[in-house]
C-alpha cells in the first residue's frame, strides 16, 4: 500500500506539469492576455515555471512541502483572475467557469494536505519526510 502516495503525486502533479509547459505557448499568453493578465507575456511563463516547479518537487517527492506551496501561489491567482464565473452572463461559460473555480478550490485542499504531510513513501525525501 505504499505505492499508494506515489501513485496519487504521479496523477496531482500530471496536470500542472502538463499546463505549466502550455504556458510558455503564444496561444496561452495571448489567452492571457485576452483575460486581463497584466504584462502576460512575463506573467504566463512565470506562472509556468511556478507550476512546473512544484509539480516536479511533488513528483519526485523531493521539497514537496515547498512544491506544495508552489502550487498554491500559482493556483490563488489563478482561480479568481481567471475563473471569475459569477461574471458571465452566458450559462454554459458560467457553468464551465464555476467548475474549473472549485476544481482549484479542491486542489489548493490537497495542496494544503501536502505541505503539511509531506510527499510519504516512495519519494526522495525517504526519511519519512523528517527533513522536509
Known amino acids: 500500500m505504499c505505492i499508494l502516495p506515489l501513485i496519487g503525486r504521479i496523477l496531482f502533479s500530471l496536470i500542472f506539469f502538463l499546463k ?24 504566463v511563463p512565470l ?32 482561480t ?17 467557469n464555476h467548475l474549473c473555480f472549485f476544481k482549484n478550490i479542491s ?3 490537497a495542496c494544503l494536505f501536502l505541505a503539511y504531510f509531506g510527499s510519504g513513501p516512495l519519494s526522495l525525501s525517504c526519511s519519512q519526510n523528517k527533513t522536509q
Do not use: N, R
Open 80 to 96: 479568481f483572475f481567471m475563473h471569475k464565473f459569477w461574471q458571465f452572463d452566458d450559462s454554459y461559460q458560467a457553468l464551465m
Open 107 to 109: 486542489m489548493i485542499g
Open 47 to 78: 506562472f509556468g515555471v511556478i507550476a512546473l516547479a512544484g509539480s516536479i518537487c511533488i513528483l519526485l517527492g523531493y521539497k514537496a512541502k515547498l512544491g506544495a506551496w508552489l502550487l498554491i501561489l500559482f493556483l490563488i491567482p489563478t
Open 20 to 43: 505549466g509547459i502550455d504556458h510558455f505557448t503564444s496561444k496561452s499568453i495571448d489567452f492571457g492576455a485576452q483575460m486581463g493578465v497584466p504584462a502576460a507575456e512575463f506573467l
